[in-house]
Nanobody, 120 residues
């Protein structure tokens, strides 16, 4: 079973950037399709982005397309989410997860998440 740990969150001004990281223990991330989700205060967790194992194809939610980029470094067993042009509505706790590519359904357990706060 893979254990996931997110990091890289913080407080940033609107228009700023952050890069989130997700590391895995127990299994290598290169084995799975992976994704990022976020949960805004008082709201449900929502899909943000995914990357496919087989060919590296990516998909980003409309709300973040053009601003966020998901990537993976198999050598470092790390998943990334580069977030640029951040907006206050991007505030929330960000989680990585295994994912079913195409349905964007998460698979398995969640990590502790990393908090992102964007000030206006």
């Amino acid at each position: 079973q893979v254990q996931l740990a997110e990091s890289g969150g913080g407080l940033v001004q609107a228009g700023g950037s952050l890069r989130l990281s997700c590391t895995a223990s127990g299994r290598t991330l290169s084995t799975y399709d992976m994704g990022w989700f976020r949960q805004a205060p008082g709201k449900e967790r929502k899909f943000v982005a995914a990357i496919r194992l087989s060919d590296g194809a990516t998909y980003h939610a409309v709300s973040v397309e053009g601003r966020f980029t998901i990537s993976k470094d198999n050598a470092k067993n790390t998943l990334y989410l580069q977030m640029n042009s951040l907006k206050p509505e991007d505030t929330g706790v960000y989680y990585c997860s295994r994912i079913i590519f195409g349905t964007w359904a998460p698979v398995g357990s969640w990590g502790q998440g990393t908090q992102v706060a964007v000030a206006s």
